[in-house]
């Protein structure tokens, strides 16, 4: 089982990797604040600094802040990008259209949420990284692996060719 501390920033860390396409899990991180009202702040925060995850947390954060009331803790440090994401989020939410997020979207979104270069390096690569359905189309022997070589052809004909 996970202390509360690392339970809070799980939930902000997955919540963010799919721009929050559900309600469900801004209301995860805010019934996990509800549940836990003396979590250890200084070690909340170190952590997420440690790990390079402050813009994950502090959106979480803010967001269950914002959409749902939940009180926060008064020393978390400032992040303009933060905000602008939480508009993202807000106006997602509130729309009257669905909440589904579309890989277009998440993609740009992602991007603006890691702090470092070296972390929007690693996202773009994963992306290039083959699918289980790669693997099963393309039946190679490891030798002869050239999944990663073509796994940008789908991408490229699925975000840029619309069918009717």
Excluded at 61 to 77: E, I, M, N, S, Y
Excluded at 122 to 128: A, E, K, N, Q, W
Excluded at 132 to 158: C, G, M, N, S, T
Aim: glycine content about 6%; overall charge positive.
């Amino acid at each position: 089982m996970l202390r509360p501390e690392h339970l809070l920033l799980l939930l902000c860390a997955h919540g963010a990797k799919h721009a929050f396409g559900r309600l469900g899990w801004i209301c995860d991180i805010a019934s996990c604040l509800i549940a836990f009202p003396n979590l250890q702040w200084p070690e909340v925060l170190a952590a997420s600094a440690r790990a390079g995850t402050m813009r994950e947390l502090l959106l979480g954060l803010k967001l269950a802040d914002d959409l749902l009331g939940v009180p926060l803790p008064p020393a978390l440090p400032g992040d303009p990008v933060v905000d602008k994401l939480v508009s993202f989020v807000r106006s997602r939410v509130l729309a009257a259209a669905p909440i589904r997020v579309d890989e277009s979207e998440v993609i740009p979104f992602c991007l603006r949420l890691f702090g470092s270069g070296r972390h929007r390096l690693r996202y773009l690569l994963g992306h290039f990284a083959p699918s289980f359905a790669d693997y099963q189309v393309l039946q190679l022997p490891p030798a002869f692996y050239f999944y990663y070589v073509l796994r940008p052809v789908p991408l490229i004909a699925k975000y840029t060719v619309r069918w009717n």
